[in-house]
């Protein structure tokens, strides 16, 4: 152990020549290796390009009446406007049903509100607007939808045979020992 720290400094240099030969070849390899495929991979005649979307050439309006508890999530759509366009009509169904309606300082107010959403083909964007119709309910109290539908998901998991975890399926099993 001693005999590589203590060396007259010929040895030494040498040593520490290679040493430095050894890092930098490694360090070449490691930032080279990974620019070569890159390179063949550009190489080729078509490169791949994403798809665009087809977005809608005409505008689009939604509008939801819901009802909020008191916590400011959406107990249920109560009635609903929907455009011509399904895609859109299912995505803002969707997103009005995990909304939560709240004021700034983070409190609710229970009540009936209007929730509209347009979309403008010129700025490709979706404007979503809020508004209260009517205070008070008698819904708030009752559970949010979404909370709902995670409850329903928790009890039908629970009935049917759940997939077995990972600890099951990553513990040891015995070599497998020829019969003669």
């Avoid at 205070?135 to 709902?148: E, F, L, P, S």
Wanted: proline residues 9%.
């Amino acid at each position: 152990m001693r005999s590589r720290v203590r060396r007259n400094l010929p040895q030494l240099k040498e040593f520490m020549r290679n040493r430095l030969w050894l890092t930098t070849s490694i360090l070449v390899f490691l930032f080279a290796a990974p620019a070569l495929p890159v390179a063949a991979q550009t190489a080729s005649p078509h490169p791949f390009t994403l798809p665009t979307p087809h977005l809608p050439t005409d505008r689009l309006h939604t509008e939801f009446v819901v009802e909020v508890n008191r916590l400011g999530q959406i107990v249920r759509v109560k009635s609903g406007k929907s455009c011509k366009n399904l895609t859109f009509n299912a995505q803002t169904y969707g997103n009005v049903l995990q909304m939560w309606i709240r004021k700034p300082n983070g409190s609710a107010i229970v009540g009936l509100y209007r929730v509209t959403y347009d979309y403008d083909p010129r700025t490709q964007k979706v404007h979503r607007g809020v508004a209260l119709l009517a205070r008070g309910g008698n819904w708030g109290n009752k559970k949010g939808a979404v909370t709902d539908m995670m409850q329903i998901d928790a009890r039908n998991r629970a009935e049917h045979r759940p997939l077995p975890g990972l600890n099951q399926i990553l513990r040891p099993t015995p070599t497998p020992k020829p019969k003669r």
